[in-house]
C-alpha cells in the first residue's frame, strides 16, 4: 500500500531563508508523486508533480522537489522564502488502484516570520 | 474557464439529519473524486465517481453515498449525520484518460458543521 510520511507539522523560517518540507513515502511500486499547498479558506492547488522523468521537478513559485529512489524521499525546497508562502503543505502519494486516488500526509504548516 | 466549483461553501447541520453537497468539476473533466478533511488533518478519499458509477471508495461507512450525473457534476450525500462528520469536504476533477499522471483540480470545499 502506498503511504506517505511528513516529518515535520510545523517548519518556522524568516523571510529570505531557504525553506525545506521533508517528506517520505512508502510504495510497492513506482509512485506518482505531488506537493500541494492550501492557503487559509482556499483549496488545494498542485505546487509540483513527479511522474517518472525528471528526478528534480521544478514547480511553481519558485518550489521545487527531489525525488530520491534509495531514500524514498520527495523533499520540498525553495531557495527564499517570501510572506506569502505561509500556508499548508501536503505530501501526496498517488494509489496505483484504477483510481488513482490521491494519499494525503498529515500536513506541514509553514510559517514565515518577518 | 470557472474551475472546480462546489456549493454550499458553510452548512450547519445537526445530528441525525442528512446533507448533499455538490461539485462541478473542471471543464473537459470526467471524473470526480471527494475528499474529508478534518481539522489538522489531511484529505482522505471518499470515493471516486466516472462514467455514473463509483469505481473506487475508500474507508468510509455507507451513510456516505453519492452520484454523478450526464454533465459530469457529482453529489455527495451523508445520512445520519454525526458529530465526527464535521469536515471540510473536498471535490477533485480529474481526466480519466490521462491515466496517473494527471492532476487532479480541488475545488474550494464545503464546510459542513454537525452540531
Known sequence: AQSVTQLDSHVSVSEGTPVLLRCNYSSSYSPSLFWYVQHPNKGLQLLLKYTSAATLVKGING???????????????????????????????????????????????????? | DAGVTQSPTHLIKTRGQQVTLRCSPKSGHDTVSWYQQALGQGPQFIFQYY?????????????????????????????????????????????????????????????????
Open chain 1, 63 to 114: 518550489f521545487e522537489a527531489e525525488f530520491k529512489k534509495s531514500e524514498t524521499s520527495f523533499h520540498l525546497t525553495k531557495p527564499s522564502a517570501h510572506m506569502s508562502d505561509a500556508a499548508e503543505y501536503f505530501c501526496v502519494v498517488s494509489g496505483m488502484d484504477s483510481s488513482y486516488k490521491l494519499i494525503f500526509g498529515s500536513g506541514t504548516r509553514l510559517l514565515v516570520r518577518p
Open chain 2, 51 to 115: 462514467e455514473e458509477e463509483e469505481r473506487q471508495r475508500g474507508n468510509f461507512p455507507d451513510r456516505f453515498s453519492g452520484h454523478q450525473f450526464p454533465n459530469y457534476s457529482s453529489e455527495l450525500n451523508v445520512n445520519a449525520l454525526l458529530l465526527g462528520d464535521s469536515a471540510l469536504y473536498l471535490c477533485a476533477s480529474s481526466s480519466m484518460g490521462l491515466a496517473a499522471y494527471n492532476e487532479q483540480f480541488f475545488g474550494p470545499g464545503t464546510r459542513l458543521t454537525v452540531l
